[in-house]
């Protein structure tokens, strides 16, 4: 089970940063689906740093349990406020990759819980 935790953790991590850092870069598309989405440009540093947050968390996690849940629940929680968020608009499409990142997240805590 610990080897099926480390595989949705580093997919997860590895998702995680390259979300990050296209949204550092605020290319076009970036910047067009956060203004469609109603996200002001000033909270684009938060989610940018809940997400490296959730990466590292989840990584160490894998030698701290209890790190590793809390990382899971902040990811579930901004993983299901992104698909509010696309529903909210109307944007099925934009909520699926969103609702499967939060599936994920919602497996990591089961699977960290299952290995303590």
Known sequence: MFVSLAVVTVVMSVLLLISAG???????????????????????????????????GTTAGLWWGPLGIAAAIGLTLYFAGAVAFHLRVGDHKGASPAAVLTMASVALIVLRAATL
Request: cysteine-free.
């Open 22 to 56: 296209a949204k550092s870069l605020r290319t076009r598309h970036i910047t067009e689906q956060m203004s469609t989405l109603g996200v002001p440009q000033r909270m684009m540093p938060f989610l940018i740093g809940a997400q490296i947050a959730g990466a590292a």
